[in-house]
């Protein structure tokens, strides 16, 4: 098997395994920002949970529910984990930065690898909805008003 098989197959492991056991499914307490994101054309849904540090700037817990494909849980329980202990600001700056690399304008290798392994769904404009869900639902809730 040559490296690029290998990677792809290291790839596809890790997605599987972040959908069937996801490590931020849940809701955040308290819950400062709730956010519904839904793709009618295939039934996914994601409810997000936020919880700010006490000056409202610091993402202290991310959580989600909801169903929908394996990239689409991926997706959400990834995004959770980096987006923890970040500003506002960062979040979204990450949020438009990995929708870049889904639509194959930058490679994250160097600043947010973990991510990278959604960089072949860039390959497959049709799932590229799937992987952003939870991150256009992280965005709204974000760009909200209290």
Request: charged residues 25%.
């Amino acid at each position: 098997m040559n490296t690029q098989n290998h990677l792809r197959n290291l790839q596809h492991q890790t997605i599987l395994e972040r959908a069937k056991y996801p490590q931020n499914r849940g809701k955040t307490n308290p819950i400062d920002r709730y956010q519904i994101g839904d793709n009618p054309l295939c039934g996914d849904r994601i409810e997000l949970t936020i919880k700010f540090s006490q000056t409202k700037q610091i993402i202290e817990d991310i959580k989600f529910q909801g169903k929908g494909c394996v990239l689409t849980i991926a997706s959400a329980d990834l995004m959770a984990e980096i987006l923890l202990g970040k500003t506002r600001e960062e979040a979204l700056e990450i949020t438009e930065k990995f929708r870049q690399m889904l639509k194959g304008e930058i490679s994250l290798s160097d600043n947010l690898p973990k991510l990278n392994i959604f960089q072949g769904v860039s390959q497959f404009p049709i799932r590229i909805k799937c992987v952003l869900l939870s991150w256009h639902t992280l965005k709204t809730a974000l760009e909200s008003p209290n």
